[in-house]
């Protein structure tokens, strides 16, 4: 749901979130965003590049020098894909994400002093953007309230000697190896994560109108979240321009059959089968999983 464990996606959203920041007269400065974010040149040009590749930026100059590219601009799908970012950073969001973060961090390392820690791992940005603390601090104290975590509380602060309960240990390796992760949900239904990048993703085991295809409010926010999913992972789906362009148009009618009141079946499910072609097409295994994932839940709600 907007994070990663991969260093090298994180770099990715970092660097189109930082293009995005600069005027539409002017080229991104490559050099200038890797002493932004502390990182080599070399790293910032092989991200560019990759980011090329899948349509999300136009690259310019290359250092004849350090032979990487050094100016680049965004597309209009890149800009698409900040732009959603941005929407999907609201408080409520992103303590979700992070508590799905959270979890997963802890299930790989030492037990830790507390859940302030986890501000220094990758996993702690929300699609290329720290989370803030009070959120991180939030996300320790649901999962600890859910019984996901144990620790001592501390009063408004962080969670100390975290670690993962029996529970907490369950939800993460449910999924293991899958590409998704489970973690907070309501009573009714449980939440899926995609563990590489962004989106919050569909609520599973929920009704759906099998016979007549309604469009109810549960089948509705499925569709709109898989979309989310699609938009929110391009970035590492490791797509070329035309899939990444094709990925967009699905996202389009995913709305579309969300937005109606009813749908036909065929066509619904020719829309998810062709969003799980696009994830399997491109080069990011991992991302690719959970999209994958969550169209199977989809078309099992069906």
Avoid at 77 to 99: H, P
Avoid at 155 to 176: F, N
Avoid at 184 to 204: E, Q
Wanted: glycine share 10%.
């Amino acid at each position: 749901m907007g994070w990663t464990d991969d260093p090298s996606a994180l770099l990715r959203y970092q660097v189109l979130v930082a293009l995005a920041q600069v005027e539409d007269d002017l080229l991104g400065d490559g050099e200038a965003i890797a002493r932004s974010l502390a990182v080599e040149g070399r790293a910032v040009g092989d991200a560019l590049d990759s980011l090329a590749g899948e349509g999300m930026v136009q690259t310019y100059e290359r250092s004849l020098a350090a032979g990487y590219t050094t100016e680049a601009t965004l597309t209009s799908s890149g800009r698409l894909a900040v732009e959603r970012w941005a929407r999907l950073r609201g408080t409520a969001r992103a303590v979700r994400a992070c508590a799905s973060a959270m979890m997963d961090w802890l299930d790989v390392v030492n037990r830790p002093e507390s859940t302030d820690e986890f501000a220094k791992d990758v996993r702690a940005y929300l699609f290329g953007s720290p989370f803030e603390l009070e959120v991180i601090r939030s996300a320790a104290r649901e999962l600890k309230s859910s019984d996901l975590i144990s620790g001592t509380g501390t009063w408004g602060g962080p969670v100390l000697r975290p670690a993962l309960t029996p529970s907490g240990l369950s939800v993460v390796d449910r999924d293991a190896g899958s590409g998704v992760r489970q973690g907070l949900g309501s009573d009714s239904s449980a939440s899926i994560y995609i563990s590489n990048s962004p989106g919050a993703v569909v609520a599973a085991h929920s009704p759906g109108a099998v016979q007549v295809m309604a469009v109810g409010q549960d089948i509705a926010s499925k569709l709109v979240s898989l979309a989310d999913a699609l938009e929110g992972t391009l970035p590492v789906l490791g797509l070329d321009e035309a899939q990444s362009a094709e990925a967009g148009r699905i996202a389009g009618d995913l709305r579309e059959a969300a937005a109606s009141t009813a749908a036909e079946p065929t066509r619904l499910r020719s829309l998810l089968e062709r969003a799980e072609q696009i994830a399997v097409g491109g080069t990011g295994a991992a991302t690719g999983a959970g999209i994958v994932a969550l169209v199977q839940l989809a078309l099992g709600a069906m």
